[in-house]
């Protein structure tokens, strides 16, 4: 009896990936400005908010009432873009991941607006969703009217390849996002062949964003040069525990939601977020407001100078934030305040037993956190072992990665469906 077997991949040839190095350039670049000129403008108008302004009525950059009021406004000026611009800023954030179908170019415009707001208004959200979205937007839009016969779903990946690089200042991360999407898609020719344009567009973004801004993922911590079974069994126990208090936003995300939800318009949903996310940070203080990279660096640069208690309420606080934020309606991504969710953790557990070197707890607890928040294991794994700048820590990650990816694996994640339901 014959027996069917599928045809082996072909390979592409050098002819065939040659000429998609030209557009992969074009998009890595494109993408780089796009995320450095709204990154730029955020934080000029960041300064203005919480620098200039309050100076000028003398007013405490960080007093509550200040933060109250500035949150307050964000989520009214947020509101008024989502309710009155064209396309109203995109579809609802909650069921928006990394990626996705490319958006109507009109939306762009709003979607930008309405991020960069939030984030210079304290908002608890990284960039990384609407700049990937918007890259998406005009690169399949544009790329379909210059070279119609491309297939539109390499544009979307060249888009999101050269944003991811933008961000990371890395190729790597999305080298590693993209081979997780593509594992499981049937394609023609060998997996490097089908990253071959992607990682040149990510390249081209990473060396971008490295020769305009120098970004960077060092936080300052002490490297481990030589683990131990005792450095091993904490980063086990700490990236499962943050596993576990990850997971807590996203059993709490669908029904927070849905409460935002039935307030049913965004001058509503979308202020009320404001004053939420004001008090919280009244609440926490300044440094749970903002995506929280920059305020990770400035809390793990006085490490041994907070107390458990004290750590311990700047995660609840930002996970709080990060929750309303993301259920209210303001667009941003979730892995930039993850990061300082997992380093307040990390440090927590570090002050509750100072023997735990801090490398060792702040990026087992923050590769812990990311995984129950975007269930992405890659770039959780990349961003725990580039946070502590130690080659050594990353065999110690791979090994405590497995029993928090069993503990998340299968729960509801930070994203829901269009029906507002967790996706799994």
Excluded at 172 to 201: H, I, N, Y
Aim: charged residues 10%; aromatic residues 6%.
């Amino acid at each position: 009896m014959a027996t069917d077997h599928a045809p082996p991949p072909v390979e592409a040839s050098a002819r065939l990936l040659l000429p998609q190095i030209l557009p992969a350039l074009l998009v890595g670049v494109g993408a780089s400005l796009l995320f450095l000129g709204i990154s730029a403008l955020a934080e000029e108008f960041q300064h203005v908010l919480w620098n200039d302004l309050p100076d000028a009525l003398g007013i405490g950059n960080y007093s509550s009432l200040w933060m109250i009021v500035m949150l307050t406004a964000t989520g009214i000026a947020v509101g008024l873009v989502v309710w009155k611009f064209p396309g109203h800023a995109g579809p609802d954030p909650s069921s928006e991941g990394l990626g996705g179908t490319p958006h109507a170019p009109g939306v762009v415009p709003g979607l930008l607006l309405a991020s960069t707001l939030a984030l210079a208004g304290g908002v608890s959200l990284g960039p990384e969703n609407p700049i990937i979205a918007s890259n998406i937007a005009l690169t399949y839009w544009l790329g379909r009217k210059a070279a119609p016969s491309m297939p539109g779903a390499a544009w979307v990946a060249l888009a999101s390849a050269a944003t991811i690089g933008a961000l990371f200042g890395t190729p790597v991360a999305a080298a590693l996002v993209l081979s997780e999407a593509l594992a499981g898609q049937p394609g023609r020719g060998s997996l490097w062949d089908r990253l071959f344009a992607p990682l040149v567009a990510a390249g081209t973004g990473a060396l971008t964003t490295q020769l305009l801004s120098q970004p960077s993922f060092d936080v300052g911590l002490p490297p481990l040069d030589d683990p131990g079974f005792g450095d091993i069994l904490a980063a086990l126990v700490i990236a499962s525990a943050a596993a576990l208090f990850g997971l807590a936003a996203c059993y709490l995300f669908p029904p927070v939601h849905a409460a935002f939800r039935r307030l049913r318009h965004p001058m509503v949903m979308l202020p009320l977020g404001g004053l939420t996310l004001g008090l919280l940070g009244a609440l926490g203080g300044h440094l749970t407001l903002f995506k929280g990279l920059a305020e990770t660096k400035e809390l793990t640069a006085s490490v041994g100078s907070w107390s458990s208690g004290e750590l311990m309420k700047l995660a609840v606080v930002k996970l709080l934030a990060l929750l309303v934020a993301a259920s209210c309606g303001f667009p941003g991504g979730r892995i930039f305040p993850a990061v300082f969710i997992g380093a307040s953790f990390g440090l927590c557990a570090q002050a509750l037993v100072p023997e735990i070197p801090p490398a060792v707890a702040v990026s087992s607890a923050v590769m812990g956190v990311l995984l129950a928040t975007t269930r992405q294991g890659w770039i959780s794994l990349f961003t725990g072992a580039v946070l502590a700048s130690s080659p050594t820590m990353l065999a110690v990650l791979c090994l405590a990665s497995l029993p928090a990816w069993l503990i998340v694996t299968g729960r509801p994640q930070l994203e829901l469906d269009h029906e507002g339901h967790s996706l799994r």
